[in-house]
Structures are given as structure tokens and as C-alpha cells.
């Protein structure tokens, strides 16, 4: 079976600081990984997607996340935060057909 | 494209009343998913179809909760009867399949909140 471990439930940054979601899997073996992002009393979105080729993933609104294989690790991350990336943020594996999603991390960013 | 669309965005009921859920999916997509959402649990999936037809329900909690894809273009989740630990976000989803299975992007519906009192 797959699964999904995001390190924190809750971060809490200013405007500027940089940013690194954590994001663990669990799967045999080989997977697509993905971030969803959920604005408030909004649905979720794709922020980004890693199928294969280069590890490190460039999505929407200045986001990456790098794949690391040896470590099971797919991570966000962002140079510099806006109030407006306050959401959830979802890591999600998908092995063999369906999508897993770990529990989800709160940003809430101060202006 | 109109996206997937779900209805009804709210509802309240009591307990012990039926509940069903409605989701279209997006045109040409063929494979579609139910998730819940709560603060406890997270997102869970109950139940997915391809082509039409139930693949996994492992997810359903209980017999209470049931769904049906009739046709491409419709689906529902119906729980009957429902109780205040139901109390949750729906998600319906959908994605097209390709020729690396079950690799697409899922597209996610705006969601039925449930409140069951």
C-alpha cells in the first residue's frame, strides 16, 4: 500500500521568508508525485507534478519541489512567500492507480 | 470546460435523513473519484470508477454510504441513513486516463459540504 507523511500540520511565516514543505512517501514502487494546493472554502489545484526525467519540478506561482529517490522525499519549497500562498498545501502519491494524499500542512503567511 | 461540477455546495440535514451527492465530471474524462475531507482524517478516498464502473470502494465506511456512475457524464454518493460523524467535505474528482495508467492530474469539484445535525 502507499502512503503519505507531511512533516508539519501548521507553519506559520512573514512575508519574504522562504519556505520548505516536507513530504515523505511509502511505495514499492515506481510513483508520480504531486502537491495540490487548497485556497480557502476553495477546491484543490495542482500546484505541481513530478512523473519522470528531471527531479527537480517547477509549478505554478514560483513553487518547486525536487524528487529524491534515495531519501522517498518529494519537498516544496519557495525562495520568497506572499500573503496570498496562505492555504493548504497537499502532497499526494500515486503508484498504481489511485491518488493518496497525506494530511495536508496549513501556511498561513503575515503580512 | 466547465470543470467538475458538484451539487449541492451545502447541506444541512438531520439525523437519520438520506443524503445524495451529485457529480458531473469533466467531458471525455473516464475515471472519477469520491473523496471526504475532514479535519481528523484528512482526505480519504471512498471510492473510484473507471469507465463507468466501481473499481475500489474500499474507502466507503460503511453500508450506509453508496455510489452509482450510470453513465459517463454523472455520478452519485448517497448516505442513507446519515448521522453527525458524516459531517464532512465531499470531493468529486475526475481525470483521463493515459497511455502510462492512472498517471493524469486529478480536477477536482468545488465540493459538498454536509452538515449532519
Known amino acids: 500500500a502507499q502512503s503519505v507523511s507531511q512533516h508539519n500540520h501548521h507553519v506559520i511565516l512573514s512575508e519574504a521568508a522562504s519556505l520548505e514543505l516536507g513530504c515523505n512517501y511509502s511505495y514499492g514502487g515506481t510513483v508520480n508525485l504531486f502537491w495540490y494546493v487548497q485556497y480557502p472554502g476553495q477546491h484543490l489545484q495542482l500546484l505541481l507534478k513530478y512523473f519522470s526525467g528531471d527531479p527537480l519540478v517547477k509549478g505554478i506561482k514560483g513553487f518547486e519541489a525536487e524528487f529524491i529517490k534515495s531519501k522517498f522525499s518529494f519537498n516544496l519549497r519557495k525562495p520568497s512567500v506572499q500573503w496570498s500562498d496562505t492555504a493548504e498545501y497537499f502532497c499526494?502519491?500515486?503508484?498504481?492507480?489511485?491518488?493518496?494524499f497525506g494530511k495536508g500542512t496549513m501556511l498561513l503567511v503575515s503580512p | 470546460d466547465a470543470g467538475v461540477i458538484q451539487s449541492p455546495r451545502h447541506e444541512v440535514t438531520e439525523m437519520g435523513q438520506e443524503v445524495t451527492l451529485r457529480c458531473k465530471p469533466i467531458s471525455g474524462h473516464n475515471s472519477l473519484f469520491w473523496y471526504r475531507q475532514t479535519m481528523m482524517r484528512g482526505l480519504e478516498l471512498l471510492i473510484y470508477f473507471n469507465n463507468n464502473v466501481p473499481i475500489d470502494d474500499s474507502g466507503m465506511p460503511e453500508d450506509r454510504f453508496s455510489a452509482k456512475m450510470p453513465n459517463a457524464s454523472f455520478s452519485t454518493l448517497k448516505i442513507q441513513p446519515s448521522e453527525p460523524r458524516d459531517s464532512a467535505v465531499y470531493f468529486c474528482?475526475?481525470?483521463?486516463?493515459?497511455?502510462?495508467?492512472?498517471?493524469?492530474?486529478?480536477?477536482f469539484g468545488e465540493g459538498s459540504r454536509l452538515t449532519v445535525l
Open positions: 499526494a502519491v500515486c503508484g498504481y492507480s489511485t491518488l493518496t
Open positions: 474528482a475526475s481525470r483521463s486516463a493515459s497511455n502510462r495508467a492512472n498517471t493524469g492530474e486529478l480536477f
